[in-house]
């Protein structure tokens, strides 16, 4: 039997454009780069993290989706400029589509489940300010020159002065992610130890990383949240990757990254001041993200 298409939202033809070419603007310009960089065999410290750490391909960023529940009025010319809302993902009736939710797997909604149980604790947890970035300077702690990540960037101290810097700081980083990549001489001088066991114990909402992971949990239950959603955690992701890689010990005027210089007391204040910024922008996503993996969470098996 062909199902039929109920829905508790539509959005008519001349109001769903203006999101998809809103998300385009958002995330085109970023995806294209990397794209093009990456057909020339060209990297990019900053950016490319984004495409690379984060499984989430360019193509599937540009490609518009509406979230779970919600049907779009189209006409032909659609299926012309976005042949995916042809695909069987969708269910479709006359004019209207539909993500179909029979597809909406029990594997999807075990995820989904265990993201809306993230975000409600990362919610509730008091956030964790003045880490100062520290997690991306313990990653080449007392490592050489020759053995840091990002080969053929210069170091903006001396592997010794950034060793007595690193030893000089209290170390609280509660993000399993970051952590894994201490050095082994790092790993001792964190306060906390987490693993990956303990992520939904200790993540809370000052830590870039945890804010920057709301794209990663987005875009592993794309299509069923939107792409808007996904459009607008990748845009935080992409600020705090910026924030991140000032703050961290490479040197990237090159680049045009503008240091922030955490191993003086004006460059800790500098980076509170836009951790504390970013980790609000964060809160509203966070909210929006648990309520739609809740939403999907809750969905009956076919």
Known sequence: MTPTITSHESWSRE????????????????????????????????????????NFSPAKLKQWMPPMG????????????MPWLASDRFIREADTVILDERQLGKHTRGLADWVATLCAQVLERPPRFRCFGLHEWAMIYRQSREQIRHQGHELRLSPEDTARFIESQNIGCSHYD?????????????????????RLEME??????????????????????GSDLVGRVFALAY?????DMRAS????????YEPICIETPEGREQYEKEQRELAAEAVPLREELQQRAKKMALKTAP
């Open 15 to 54: 109001a769903w454009p203006a999101r998809r070419d809103a998300h385009l603007a958002r995330v085109s310009t970023v995806a294209d780069a990397f794209v093009k960089r990456r057909s020339h065999q060209v990297k990019h410290p900053v950016q490319d993290f984004l495409f690379t750490y984060y």
């Open 70 to 81: 919600v049907a779009l009025e189209i006409a032909e010319a659609d299926f012309i400029d």
């Open 178 to 198: 970051a952590f894994r990549f201490f050095t082994p001489e790092a790993r001792p001088l964190n306060a906390l130890q987490p693993v990956l066991e303990t």
């Open 204 to 225: 809370q909402g000052a830590c870039l990383h945890a804010n920057m992971d709301l794209y990663k949990w987005a875009g592993k239950l794309w299509p069923w949240v």
């Open 239 to 243: 600020e705090g990757r910026d924030l």
């Open 249 to 256: 010990p490479y040197d990237l005027h090159h680049l045009g």
